[in-house]
């Protein structure tokens, strides 16, 4: 079975609301960039929006504020996109803190 926290989160995902953590964790990129108007999807690319690496460390602290949980995402982690990101961020929420559908 594989150590990767993001494959064993997508074997599990099975009745999750994955729009719904999507949203919440673009909202909370949203309120960190300065570009306040910025159109945010998963797509979108991180040097389009100046996400920089204070905004991604805040992100991490209101996640880890509203879960309970640890975000332990290594130093040499690179993120293309917000999708990226937000996978990323989606593997350290265990299955029974994500919403339903």
Do not use: C, H
């Amino acid at each position: 079975m594989s150590t990767n926290p993001q494959d064993q989160q997508a074997s599990v995902m099975t009745g999750i609301d994955r729009t719904a953590i999507e949203t919440q964790i673009i909202d909370f990129i949203r309120a960190e960039i300065q570009n306040k108007s910025a159109v945010l999807t998963m797509a979108t690319r991180r040097d389009e929006v100046e996400i920089d690496s204070i905004d991604i460390v805040q992100v991490i602290f209101n996640l880890e504020e509203k879960y309970g949980i640890e975000v332990n995402l290594s130093p040499n982690t690179q993120f293309e996109t917000v999708g990226e990101l937000v996978d990323a961020l989606i593997a350290f929420i265990p299955e029974e803190k994500l919403p339903r559908s």
